[in-house]
């Protein structure tokens, strides 16, 4: 397994979880539960913008990621 395509499995873990609490902050009336899952949606943001990142860097031909 390269670090290429475990940064690609943390990126999708992410995405899956920051829609998983989406839909949780829509779907209850708690208005102290829609915010908690509000920030943990911003907080994976932050997570998805530095793993992208990092992603993009080990992408552009840095062979040791790749083997």
Avoid: F
Avoid at 10 to 18: G, R
């Amino acid at each position: 397994m390269t670090v290429q395509s475990d940064l690609q499995k943390a990126v999708a873990a992410c995405e899956a979880a920051k829609g998983t609490y989406k839909v949780m902050s829509e779907s209850t009336q708690d208005q102290s539960a829609k915010q908690m899952y509000n920030e943990l949606s911003s907080d994976l943001e932050k997570h998805l913008q530095y793993l992208n990142s990092r992603l993009n860097y080990v992408s552009q031909g840095n062979e040791l990621n790749q083997q």
